[in-house]
């Protein structure tokens, strides 16, 4: 079920008054009535992916309740490793198998040997990397002793399969999330208020501003053989804010859906084009995703209390995994990399955000904007053939963008979303007093409401469109 | 509880004003836009009166000169073909706003195999017509099956969504000066298109596609329309059995077909042609004195 359809514009409010109708003192059977509407939720897509959650909830929960028996710390590792692998396994199965398949095959072939290795026509479910690693997550908190074996299954069952944040995140951590469920929810004014105001803007995000730039970007982008350089540089441009429109949207439609029944999920996104180096960018955009490599990844390979090389190894080795973690291609093997040789480089350097103010803040700005793009464009490129061409069309192959199919409407529409984008994020980052105004002035917050619904009528892309972020 | 209630009712009243009054401007927009279609779908709904109508995608708008075939028939003509309508259901709302109002002798349908196909786009382009939406219970018919109906009775400013582009753009852009009884003359291209050949390709038809089909057809009989399909000539070499499936439902319905896509006056002659499957204006006024001599010679056997 997408939050972009009618089916979940039902299924929402339908929840919410089933759920408050439930006595706020019945904890676990407002529990369970959550499991149960968000299993139905994931099944919408494919019943039997169903399957693959439950396992992978069933594994973590036993492991965790065996990490919590077991005193002796080989048995402890054992449990927690067991978790891994068999998480992993499944993950790998899905979404990596066939990837490893036909390079292994490539490879075999260029050396002149022939033989054929099986590949697996397997749908990749539905996010998948999302509730692994949040179930992943948990095991390790477990094991290192930072969160308290959950035994109440479908308590823990939930954590897993909450649906706002089920398929695409924020990627939860067990010390926010498990608490919450254990606490009395009752209906709450400014957090319904606050939850209704952050969806609308997510669905602005997603339908005004994402599909209407990937509309233009996806022409561009899966026929690059026949456009020219001022075609790629217009698409390199809007396939930024595409992204950004449709993950943050997604992620402000998760935490407005939750905060409406009364959870808080943690922040995913704030403002991350205003970031002025790339660890502040890396502390703005998906920050559910990089802090869980911070913890998990990052800092067990001994993190920067290590030698300079050392450190700059942890930092490219976690992009790299990073990378792999959005999808099994080189072109996001090629991202991850690229986005940890930058960070090596700036940190070679000794850029830090806090030396900069004014203008030079604003190039800093402006250049980490630019160098996101480009590397954006490894993200969004079908193969490493099409990140090739482009790059080579953006220097040498100039000319008029193309608009034939797309026209001029959608790009001046695309820009102009970004524009609003842009100043409502500004007014945001620099506290100007028109942000406030909409979220403490109770008619203007009514107004500002209603007029981005009116906005998502007039000028969204309706069709239904799957969140980018799904695939992986 | 109350307060939220309260909130939500606001919030409704709100948007409500925001839709009807944007809607009422978006209207006055539409109404006054000179882009490429919405002139022309304001006139099919509103005043269209002529005797001969020609429906179709834009290979009917840029092919059929009205005027030509007007002075070979002796009867007013009127070309009603609307740019990327290329589906049945587009087609029937055109003929919908229409019959409502008019009655003409001859409806002309420029047909594609997009108009049956399953994997052809199909509700797309339907979303021109919305503006007039609530105006014709028929063409409305079609909304319940692209899923588009109650959000159209909803939102005034979602009838705008498909267009409001165009229409603003429409308002310094005049695209619509240069047409002539609904014709709008495609530009001599910069360079001549390259030879290629079209397949045939077995696809599967679509139910809803083929009952909307039907109902066109049945809707003319029922008026005494004379119907007549036609498939103008196209520069790649299209395979003669290209459009079997739809002559085949032709026959069913006894409706004539005039066919051009293989014929020889313009098969390799690039200088007739915009691109593989447009005429420009030069092709398009040497296609429209052979069509009408050939309607005419159907019109009186």
Known sequence: MLFNSITFLLFFPTICVLYFCIPATRIQARNLFLLLASYYFYMNWEPAYALLLLTSTIVTYIAALGIGRFDEKRKKRLCLVSSLVLNLAILFLFKYYNFLASNIEWAIRASGLGMDIPEFSLLLPVGISFYTFQALGYSIDVYRGTTKVERDFPTYALFVSFFPQLVAGPIERSTNLLPQFKQRHSFNYEGAMAGIRLMVWGYFLKLVLADRCGLYVDSIFNHVDEHNGGSYLVASLLFPFQIYGDFAGYSFIAIGVARVLGFRLMENFRRPYFACTFGDFWRRWHISLSTWFKDYVYIPLGGNRVSSIRNYFNLLVTFIVSGIWHGANWTFFCWGTLHGVLLCIEKGLGINKQKYTGVKKLCHCAVTFVLVSYAWILFRSNNLSDFHTISMGLFTNMGIPYTQDVGWGVLCASFGAILLVVVKDLSVEYNWKIASLTTNHQILQYAYISFLIAAISLLGVFGNNQFIYFQF | ?301
Not at chain 2, 97 to 122: M, Q, Y
């Open chain 2, 1 to 301: 509880m109350k307060r939220f209630i309260y909130a939500l009712l606001c919030i409704i009243a709100m948007w409500w004003c925001f839709d009807r009054v944007g809607g009422l401007c978006m209207w006055w927009l539409n109404q006054h836009s000179q882009d490429t279609t919405s002139p022309k779908i304001k006139h099919i709904v509103e005043g269209i009166s002529e005797d001969v109508i020609l429906m179709g995608t834009s290979r009917c708008n840029g092919h059929y000169v009205p005027k030509i075939i007007q002075d070979t028939l002796g009867l007013s003509v009127y070309n009603a073909g609307v740019d990327g309508s290329d589906n049945i259901f587009a087609q029937y709302i055109v003929l919908s706003h229409i019959l409502k109002h008019h009655t003409p002798r001859i409806v002309v349908l420029e047909v594609g195999n997009s108009f049956l196909s399953e994997e052809e786009s199909a509700y797309m382009t339907t979303g021109y017509f919305a503006p007039y939406f609530g105006l014709n219970e028929k063409a409305d018919s079609v909304y319940h099956l692209s899923g588009d109906y109650w959000l159209y009775r909803l939102s005034y400013l979602y009838r705008y969504n498909t267009k409001v582009l165009a229409n603003i753009t429409g308002q310094i852009r005049h695209c619509w000066d240069n047409a002539e009884q609904g014709y709008n003359p495609n530009p001599k291209p910069l360079h001549f298109p390259n030879l290629s050949r079209w397949q045939t390709e077995d696809f599967e038809i679509n139910d809803e596609k083929k009952d909307y089909m039907c109902r066109f057809i049945r809707s003319c009989h029922e008026r005494g329309v004379f119907l007549c399909f036609s498939i103008s000539p196209s520069y790649s070499l299209v395979d003669s059995d290209y459009y079997t499936i739809l002559k085949g439902m032709a026959s069913a319905y006894n409706v004539p077909v005039l066919d051009y896509h293989t014929s020889g006056l313009y098969l390799n002659h690039p200088e007739y042609f915009k691109d593989a499957s447009h005429l420009w204006d030069k092709g398009a006024k040497l296609y429209s004195s052979v069509f009408a001599s050939d309607l005419k010679r159907l019109l009186n056997p």
